[in-house]
Structure formats: C-alpha cells, structure tokens
C-alpha cells in the first residue's frame, strides 16, 4: 500500500511549481483540483489501511467470543442435564419416601421423614439452581447469536475492504508496467544522443528525461538548439497516443546570479526554458496543450550542492517528467 501513498505525494509534487504568467490561471485551477484530488487520495488510503486493521482486529476479538460462547454455551447444557437428571432422581426418591412413610409417626420414621424433608429442601435448591442455569444459557445463546451475526457483518466488510484494496493495487501495477514500457520507448526513441547530453530515468513512480543546458540552450538564453529540438520531438511522438499522461516540464538553473533587459533572474530564465519546450512539443505533435504544465525552478531545486564548477554544471538542466493518470483510482475511492 506504500504505492498508493509514494503516488499521491507525486501527484502534489508535480502541481507545486511555479507557472509562467501567460498560463497562470489555467495550470493553477488545474493544479489546486490535483492537489485537493491528492489530498483526498492519501487521506483515503490512509484512513483504508487503519479500517482494515480495525476490521482485523475486531474479527479476531469476535472469533474468540464466539469461540468462548460456544464453550460456556456447551457447558452450560452439559450442566443443565446433569442437574435435570439429578433433580429427577431427587423427585423419584423424595416421592418413593413419601409413598412408604407418609403415615408412619415412630421415631424411625421421624427421621425418615427428617430425611425426606432434607431431599425436598435439596430438590428445590437443585431446581432453583437449574432455573439459573436455563437463563444463564438462555442469555448466552442470545449473546452467541449476535456475535456470530456481528462476526459476518465483520467478514463481510473486511472482504469488501480487501477487495477495493487489491483493485487499487492492481491498478498500481498496471501503471508501474505502463510506466517501465514509457521509459523504454523514450529511451529507444533517443539513442542518438549520448549519457552526456540527456538520461532517461524512473523514479517514484514517473519517468523522468533529464536534459543538459548544453543539449539545449546557449548560456544564459531560452532559445532552443536545433539538436535539442530534435530530441524534444522524438519525445513528444512518443507521447502523442499517451493520453493518460501528464508533463511536467521543469526548467532548472545554478546558483549564480542571472539578469537580462528582458528577464530578472534565473527563475525567469527557468521558467521561459520550460515554455521553449513544452510550445516545441505541443507545435510539432499532437499533444494537448492541456496535459503539459510548463514550470520554473530556478536554482531552488539542484541535484547536487556543491558549489563548483561540474555541480553547477549539472544544476542548469530541463526536465520532462511524465505521470500517470489517477482517474481510475480516485473513482474506486470515492465510489
């Protein structure tokens, strides 16, 4: 189940970015429903898992009622024979008694009769102790009844639970194996490039194409290279019959301070980087513009920090990181 929360989190990952003005306010109705849709993901997944071990638990509590019902039940009747049976020996004996000296007032039979009296009292405690049992046994069949009735109403909601969970994860696998099969195909699409240039990853989840500055762009400008807008479109044929597939694409920089008469600094440059690619995209393949998000990281979100030369190096990169669609597994959630 630790999927489902893993795809939730990236889910809010990907909506968190900052977004160029000129599609500010489509991406951020888009990315507060994700993030809300997300939110209610994880939230549901949690409190499901906690159910399940409630449910757990509350069957085997019952289990052992039941089971212990069933003993005390069975003990129960066993006594409540044993006691009939002897209070019927009482009753014979005690009118046997009777019969022989009911008229008889020797000593003998004073004593007899002492007896029999004693019989009687002990005969009537036997009844009066039998009469408890009954509805001691009584009681506990009612309670035996409803607990075998609250440990099938418990089975049962355990059953529906774990099959919502194997469907959820079904679908997991399914968009892990669709994911593994993007990555393979991205990466087939681009051999002509080499390690230095581009790499294409999985990571929790999403398939990540991580290109270098020097792929793409000259220093300090949002233009891209026509080797780079090669690459950029072999990806987006690839995508373009993907339709349950989200892009991201971020633009990331290093840390050394960028200014231009047209930009302020490096999250601007960041941000036109992503634009450059996802409008290459888009322009040279059927993608909808709708399932791109186009954001600019600056140099907030580096792969490495230390600050020299090849760090930097490997900081000023744009990646194009591709998610699955939820759809399915909001729908079994809120159903």
Same mark, same amino acid.
């Given at each position: 189940?630790?999927?489902?929360?893993?795809?939730?989190?990236?889910?809010?990952?990907?909506?968190?970015?900052?977004?160029?003005?000129?599609?500010?306010?489509?991406?951020?109705?888009?990315?507060?429903?994700?993030?809300?849709?997300?939110k209610? =993901?994880?939230n549901? #997944?949690?409190? $499901?898992?906690?159910? !399940?071990? *409630? %449910?757990?638990? @509350?069957?085997?509590? /019952?289990k &052992?009622?039941?089971?212990?019902?069933?003993?005390?039940?069975?003990? =129960?009747a066993?006594? #409540?024979?044993? $006691?009939?049976?002897? !209070?019927? *020996? %009482?009753?014979? @004996?005690?009118?046997? /008694?009777? &019969?022989?000296?009911?008229?008889?007032?020797?000593?003998?039979?004073?004593?007899?009769?002492a007896?029999?009296?004693?019989l009687?009292?002990?005969?009537?405690?036997?009844?009066?102790?039998?009469?408890?049992?009954?509805?001691?046994?009584?009681?506990?069949?009612?309670?035996?009844?409803?607990?075998?009735?609250?440990?099938?109403?418990?089975?049962?909601?355990?059953?529906?639970?774990?099959?919502?969970?194997?469907?959820?994860?079904?679908?997991?696998?399914?968009?892990?194996?669709?994911?593994?099969?993007?990555?393979?195909?991205?990466?087939?699409?681009?051999?002509?490039?080499?390690?230095?240039?581009?790499?294409?990853?999985?990571?929790?989840?999403?398939?990540?194409?991580?290109?270098?500055?020097?792929?793409?762009?000259?220093?300090?400008?949002?233009?891209?290279?026509s080797?780079?807008?090669?690459?950029?479109?072999?990806?987006?044929?690839?995508?373009?019959?993907?339709?349950?597939?989200?892009?991201?694409?971020?633009?990331?920089?290093?840390?050394?301070?960028?200014?231009?008469?047209?930009?302020?600094?490096n999250?601007?440059?960041?941000?036109?980087?992503?634009?450059?690619?996802?409008?290459?995209?888009?322009?040279?393949?059927?993608?909808?513009?709708?399932?791109?998000?186009?954001?600019?990281?600056?140099?907030?979100?580096?792969?490495?920090?230390?600050?020299?030369?090849?760090?930097?190096?490997r900081?000023?990169?744009?990646?194009?990181i591709?998610?699955?669609?939820?759809?399915?597994?909001?729908?079994?959630?809120?159903?």
């Amino acid at each position: 189940m630790n999927k489902l929360i893993i795809y939730a989190g990236l889910i809010l990952a990907l909506f968190s970015a900052c977004v160029p003005l000129k599609q500010f306010q489509d991406v951020k109705s888009q990315g507060e429903e994700d993030a809300i849709a997300a939110k209610q =993901l994880k939230n549901e #997944n949690e409190d $499901l898992i906690v159910d !399940n071990n *409630e %449910l757990k638990a @509350e069957a085997e509590r /019952l289990k &052992k009622d039941v089971e212990l019902l069933t003993q005390d039940t069975m003990r =129960l009747a066993k006594s #409540n024979w044993t $006691l009939k049976k002897r !209070n019927k *020996e %009482l009753a014979n @004996e005690y009118a046997e /008694l009777l &019969k022989r000296f009911g008229g008889n007032t020797t000593t003998q039979s004073s004593e007899l009769l002492a007896h029999v009296q004693n019989l009687h009292e002990q005969l009537q405690k036997r009844e009066d102790e039998l009469l408890r049992a009954e509805r001691e046994l009584a009681s506990k069949q009612q309670d035996l009844i409803f607990a075998t009735e609250q440990l099938a109403n418990a089975e049962k909601e355990l059953e529906a639970r774990n099959k919502r969970l194997v469907e959820l994860e079904a679908i997991l696998n399914e968009k892990d194996s669709a994911m593994n099969a993007l990555r393979n195909s991205i990466a087939s699409a681009l051999t002509d490039f080499g390690d230095d240039e581009l790499s294409v990853y999985t990571k929790d989840g999403k398939v990540y194409v991580s290109m270098e500055e020097k792929l793409l762009f000259q220093s300090g400008s949002y233009s891209v290279s026509s080797a780079g807008k090669s690459a950029i479109q072999k990806i987006g044929k690839v995508l373009e019959n993907k339709t349950d597939i989200y892009i991201m694409v971020e633009g990331h920089t290093d840390n050394v301070p960028y200014k231009s008469t047209v930009l302020l600094d490096n999250w601007d440059l960041s941000v036109k980087r992503a634009t450059s690619v996802s409008r290459i995209i888009i322009n040279n393949s059927s993608v909808s513009p709708n399932r791109i998000t186009a954001a600019g990281r600056g140099e907030f979100v580096p792969i490495d920090t230390d600050n020299t030369p090849e760090a930097r190096r490997r900081n000023r990169r744009t990646e194009i990181i591709l998610a699955p669609n939820f759809d399915k597994i909001f729908n079994i959630l809120n159903n």
